[in-house]
């Protein structure tokens, strides 16, 4: 069987990131793995972060853009009692305060957990200034680097479920470990800032794990080093990537033959974009249905 440095072939590879790298850097190491340039990634995590971070294989980088829409499931450590320009372990501290006092009679546990309910739900989170976020075509964290100060627009997020897994005290400090369930836009970075900002004392985030991107999981990602042991090129081929990402839809040759040369097809009634598949389980496209057809978004075959 051939390995993976001889031979491309387009898919999904969820990989569990190291501390450290960036996720360009990943996406550079897969490049040199899979003996192709045409690797992409499905959502940045910062360099100190750790965790899922799906890889897109040749054809597959089209399935990318609905990566990047999927909900994230993080775990998180905030430390209260210290702000940073980073709003995270990263950056320079530019406050501190006792947080000490958070666990006496006026401010117990209590109010650390209901800081973070108060996140729960539809809210409007202000991104970290140091992010990927472009400012007149400049990225946030170039301005912010650069000297600027940089004041972002607020933005609608939803967090699904807020959780604190424990709170642990430090001296002067105190670092709660948390599970975080949220759309895609959401900067839990923003939320450590938010939280330490409401209690008075001060935030930033000293860890971050991303354990879900929709439905890929910690549990099936690989380390580089796996990956690039693998004989196999690609753990989840086209079809099983585009079945675990979107509804589908299945036709007839005829059909399939017509979708894959960008025709459309008669509409089945589905909302939103559906994937779909030929007769052998191939997939074709991903189509949305308007103006009384069913149309592609983009074309997954072969050229």
């Known amino acids: 069987m051939a390995s993976w440095s001889t031979v491309t072939r387009s898919g999904l590879v969820v990989i569990d990131k190291p501390a450290g790298l960036t996720s360009h850097d990943v996406v550079a190491r897969v490049r040199r793995i899979a003996g192709t340039r045409k690797v992409g990634h499905g959502g940045t995590l910062d360099p100190m972060a750790t965790g899922v971070l799906v890889v897109g294989v040749e054809r597959a980088t089209r399935l990318l853009t609905y990566v990047v829409g999927c909900d994230k499931r993080y775990t998180a450590r905030i430390r209260l009692g210290q702000s940073t320009v980073t709003d995270d372990a990263e950056g320079e501290v530019v406050a501190t305060a006792d947080a000490s006092r958070l666990t006496g009679a006026t401010l117990p546990d209590a109010s650390i957990q209901s800081g973070l309910m108060a996140m729960v739900g539809e809210i409007d989170q202000v991104p970290s200034a140091v992010s990927a976020i472009k400012v007149k075509g400049v990225r946030s964290y170039a301005r912010v680097r650069g000297g600027e100060q940089v004041e972002l627009a607020a933005r609608r997020v939803t967090v699904h479920h807020l959780a604190v897994i424990r709170i642990i005290r430090v001296t002067g400090a105190i670092d709660v470990e948390i599970d975080v369930r949220c759309s895609s836009g959401t900067y839990v970075r923003a939320i450590a800032r938010d939280l330490g900002a409401a209690l008075g004392v001060g935030g930033h985030l000293t860890a971050l794990r991303r354990e879900s991107v929709g439905s890929f999981t910690a549990g099936e990602a690989l380390t580089i080093e796996a990956l690039a042991g693998l004989t196999e090129p690609v753990p989840l081929s086209m079809a099983e990537a585009a079945g675990r990402l979107l509804p589908g839809r299945v036709v007839t040759a005829d059909e399939a033959r017509v979708l894959g040369h960008g025709g459309s097809l008669a509409p089945q009634g589905m909302p939103g974009p559906y994937a779909?598949?030929?007769?052998?389980?191939?997939?074709?496209?991903?189509?949305?249905?308007?103006?009384?057809?069913?149309?592609?978004?983009?074309?997954?075959?072969?050229?």
């Open 276 to 303: 779909v598949f030929g007769p052998g389980g191939e997939v074709i496209a991903v189509v949305v249905e308007r103006a009384g057809r069913a149309r592609p978004e983009t074309v997954l075959t072969p050229a």
